[in-house]
């Protein structure tokens, strides 16, 4: 087929179409020749077309008649000479670095490296075309009518965060009708949205969703990348969680996903991976980027720009420092945000990004950039901060604007309910936001995303039913995954019929969920976690796309009681702004007509009901104490000008094995505590007791009352 070439434009870069055609324009500083090759629905080439025009690098050119859904792609032409750097091979198609959708899946058996793989050696260029064996962009139609979708813009102090995967959360649902199941459209199905509005959260945290390929290791073993840190597009929708099929359907399937979690006042925050790509080190295969114009897109060696920089133990690195990958990267951002309506993002490895030479710098010019975009002024923005290179661990060093992941608040709060003596201290600053922190550069107690697992690593469930991690299911002989043993000496290991193990492991688990939905800064909850989700001990499940990894939704009494449990919490949290504070704790100076006095917004005591001494902060045997929070000092107001009180909490908590006796302290405001919360409670944690002037606190156990309203004092 002969088809009409016009000049067309170098922006906005991928494929662009309207009335006259569609815009195909690629950036490659280095090729000396780009075809867009088109191809039809069975995957057969039809046509080839080379774009003639080269503006700033970009090559451009518009093709009349070629429409929304046209399958494509890229052969570009340029030296190869991989110890300079320069991989082009015209005869490996190529993925737009700009498709908004890509159909297919890399076939290994095709010639899919441009180098002889049969050679073992990457600078024997193979000129075997593999287009057959090679995934394809697709022309995608913008249109689509949101209505009035409106993004809930919930303030990140008062955000409830829940990590999902896509397929994970509704595969196994027998209530989300059958071929919805596992897909965008499950997610926002009704049945979804009302168990997510019924457990509280605010925001739904998606595990990769830019598309990603699975690699040949997994599938020569049979298995596939289930957690899709393994991007090949920065702009499509992964399209196997799509009911729509992968020609551009998964596009408007996402859209409606996101409209539908927006009119339930739910965010879409995503889990981005612009640290690195699925092409891998200099033997991996040439698929998008590497063939597009190498030296551009990947950090290369300085002295030996054969081989790449890996930051991220993937074995390559982006190369941010680029202005074109800075672009990329910008460009994509903003397109979730514009087109796609998303409201925030989680960057995977952010460290990665922020390193100009070698070291992790708060100047970069990937921060810069960010903090001038418009666009990006009002989305969340949350840092993962570390990579696995020198000096990659970066908790509590990111700029202004954004939240982390505070890996600092997991591993304290996993180590006191372990039994671990010398916490006291360090947990004091995870439970009030971790000011030692982010308090002294501009941030307040939300820039702490507290949680204690994620998706890396065992689920709650598992932390505390296993000492060893068992990944014998990677085909790795269970090297891979974190080594460290946990020890948390819950009894047996693995599911157990004994009552008295399994109780313990409820009550373990009752304390991690209130430690970290009562703690200030904003808490995220590994999904399933809510009602025992389990991983069988496997504490590196990437690799799992089965009913390993998948939530189980045949719940048991105890898993609807654990789900009870934490819907109650989240929802206490969520009415409570005393418990999700805007402001770091500060003392306030109050003036009445004897003078002046000092009021006491939090304070910390011992079993005795006494301010806890000092000596005792430190000292190794000393695992219990009690946190009051004066609901008097929020330092807040509402939207009439007027201070906001709300209730006071004292926060009780035990984590050695034996109980302890705990006298009360007074009220902010005189009157009585009135109990709320016992985690030793099994059947009924919430159930009223009698208080008097002590409470026994059961071993490894968190109590938690609630003191009355009083007037305002300051």
């Known amino acids: 087929m002969n088809y009409t070439l016009l000049p067309g434009r170098p922006y906005p870069l991928g494929a662009k179409c309207n009335d006259k055609g569609t815009n195909f324009a690629l950036y490659s500083e280095h090729a000396t020749g780009v075809q867009v090759c088109l191809f039809d629905e069975q995957g057969n080439q039809t046509d080839c077309v080379d774009l003639k025009e080269r503006t700033a690098f970009v090559w451009h050119g518009l093709i009349r008649g070629i429409e929304a859904g046209q399958r494509y792609g890229y052969r570009v032409d340029g030296p190869w000479n991989p110890e300079q750097g320069d991989r082009f091979n015209a005869s490996k198609l190529l993925v737009d670095p700009y498709a908004e959708a890509i159909c297919g899946k890399v076939d290994w058996k095709a010639p899919v490296f441009a180098y002889k793989v049969e050679e073992g050696n990457d600078l024997i260029k193979c000129d075997r075309d593999d287009a057959y064996g090679m995934p394809k962009s697709v022309v995608v139609d913008h249109a689509f009518d949101w209505g009035n979708d409106s993004a809930p813009q919930t303030p990140l102090a008062d955000s409830v965060i829940y990590e999902m995967h896509v397929k994970g959360f509704s595969v196994r649902n027998p209530n989300v009708p059958e071929k919805l199941r596992g897909t965008y459209a499950g997610v926002g199905h009704q049945v979804s949205i009302d168990y997510l509005k019924k457990l509280g959260i605010t925001a739904v945290e998606l595990l990769p969703v830019h598309h990603f390929i699975d690699s040949g290791h997994l599938v020569d073993k049979g298995l596939s990348n289930y957690w899709g840190y393994n991007t090949l597009g920065f702009f499509a929708p992964m399209a196997r969680y799509s009911s729509c099929g992968d020609t551009g359907g998964q596009v408007n399937e996402f859209k409606q996903m996101v409209k539908n979690l927006h009119a339930a006042g739910i965010e879409v925050i995503l889990d981005v991976v612009y640290n690195h790509t699925c092409e891998g080190n200099q033997m991996g295969p040439t698929l998008c980027f590497k063939g597009v114009c190498n030296t551009t897109y990947y950090r290369a060696v300085q002295d030996n720009p054969r081989f790449y ?406």
């Open 309 to 714: 920089m890996d930051y991220t133990g993937t074995g390559n690195t982006l190369n941010v420092r680029n202005p074109q990958v800075l672009k990329l990267l910008m460009d994509s951002l903003r397109y979730w945000v514009t087109e796609m309506h998303v409201d925030g993002f989680r960057f995977d490895l952010a460290s990665t990004l922020a390193r100009e030479l070698h070291d992790v710098s708060k100047l970069s010019s990937f921060f810069d950039t960010i903090h001038q975009d418009p666009t990006l002024a009002d989305v969340k923005l949350i840092a993962e901060p570390w990579d696995v290179g020198e000096g990659g661990y970066q908790v509590g060093n990111f700029p202004v604007l954004w939240a982390e992941w505070n890996g600092m608040y997991r591993d304290t709060v996993r180590k006191f309910w372990k039994g671990d003596g010398g916490q006291l201290s360090d947990l004091a600053y995870r439970l009030t936001g971790s000011s030692d922190l982010y308090q002294f550069d501009g941030r307040k107690p939300y820039a702490s995303i507290n949680f204690i697992t994620a998706h890396d690593g065992f689920t709650l469930d598992d932390l505390v039913s296993y000492n060893e991690k068992h990944n014998e299911a990677n085909g790795e002989n269970n090297q891979d995954g974190a080594s460290d043993n946990e020890s948390w000496n819950m009894g047996a290991e693995g599911p157990t019929d004994d009552p008295e193990i399994n109780n313990m492991r409820e009550r373990q688990t009752r304390n991690f969920l209130t430690t970290l939905l009562l703690s200030q800064g904003v808490p995220m909850i590994s999904g399933g976690d809510e009602f025992a989700r389990s991983q069988m001990g496997n504490n590196n499940s990437y690799c799992q796309d089965n009913e390993l990894n998948w939530y189980d939704w045949n719940l048991d009494a105890p898993r609807k009681r654990l789900l009870e449990f934490t819907a109650k919490l989240v929802h206490l949290r969520r009415e409570h702004p005393n418990l999700h504070r805007r402001k770091f704790f500060q003392d306030r100076v109050i003036r009445k007509t004897d003078g002046e006095a000092i009021v006491h917004d939090l304070a910390w005591f011992g079993t005795n009901g006494q301010v806890l001494a000092n000596e005792a902060w430190s000292t190794e045997w000393n695992r219990s104490l009690a946190i009051l929070l004066n609901g008097n000092t929020l330092q807040v107001s509402d939207d009439e000008g007027r201070p906001v009180v709300d209730d006071s909490f004292l926060i009780m908590v035990n984590a050695a094995s034996e109980g302890v006796e705990f006298t009360l302290p007074p009220t902010p405001n005189g009157g009585h505590w009135s109990h709320l919360i016992d985690t030793e409670n099994i059947d009924d944690p919430f159930a009223t007791a009698e208080l008097g002037d002590k409470v026994i606190l059961g071993g490894r156990s968190m109590m938690v009352l609630t003191g009355p309203q009083g007037s305002q004092t300051f």
